[in-house]
């Protein structure tokens, strides 16, 4: 079960606007907004939508052995990282995640900054929560492809860079999600481009599997 799953559009629901709102930490001032600031926002909110292409993957790959800090796949890669393998223990897969809002919403952003600044923060925000919320979407989709087999996806995902999990595995995921399919890029440091890019790693288990608090 190593198919890249290609999603080419991922629909954005009004509540990324929430979302970005609580981001930017308005979320306690909107009451106290006047009626010009709240229109100019929820028109910017308008324009990221225009701006932003939601797209995404994601792969099953079977895992093969885990130790405490090793995670070996069926495809022939290994993650070492105990924070990972300490997520993924009693997992039997794993959903390798890639989701991106594209270029034009990231140079909008560039080219407002010293400029229009409310407009770049309100961009950049909504971004941000889209592109999280894509990994939200996508893991959803693997969730009720798994519901029949008895399996559940478990709630929390992993990135490259966090913790003991090295920035270096975003080569690894980067290649095996095809990601440059999207226009994506990967630097000599291991930074996605164009910015608002996320990859991230979740695991598949047993639905009767108690869940992990972590």
Not at 44 to 57: D, E, M, N, P, V
Not at 146 to 175: C, H, T, W
Request: hydrophobic share 45%; proline share 2%; glycine share 8%.
């Amino acid at each position: 079960m190593s198919k890249v799953i290609f999603f080419e559009t991922i629909p954005l629901l009004d509540g990324i606007e929430e979302r970005a709102m609580r981001r930017m930490g308005y979320h306690e001032k909107v009451l106290s907004m006047t009626p010009a600031q709240k229109q100019e926002i929820t028109g910017f909110f308008s324009q990221a939508r225009q701006l932003i292409k939601l797209q995404g993957c994601g792969m099953r790959i079977d895992i093969v052995k885990l130790t405490d800090e090793v995670v070996h796949l069926s495809t022939g890669i290994s993650f070492y990282s105990k924070a990972l393998a300490g997520i993924l223990k009693g997992c039997s897969q794993v959903v390798l995640l890639g989701a991106t809002a594209g270029e034009k919403v990231v140079e909008s952003v560039r080219q407002d900054s010293g400029v229009n600044t409310t407009r770049a923060v309100v961009l950049d925000a909504y971004a941000s929560e889209a592109v999280d919320y894509a990994l939200g979407w996508i893991i959803e989709y693997f969730a009720q492809e798994v519901m029949p087999e008895g399996k559940r996806v478990i709630f929390k995902r992993f990135s490259a860079g966090y913790a003991d999990f090295a920035l270096d595995n975003q080569q690894i995921i980067f290649n095996a999600l095809l990601l440059a399919r999207y226009g994506v890029r990967l630097t000599k440091d291991h930074i996605l481009a164009p910015e608002k890019t996320v990859t991230a790693v979740s695991g598949i288990t047993a639905r009767n599997t108690p869940k992990r608090v972590v």
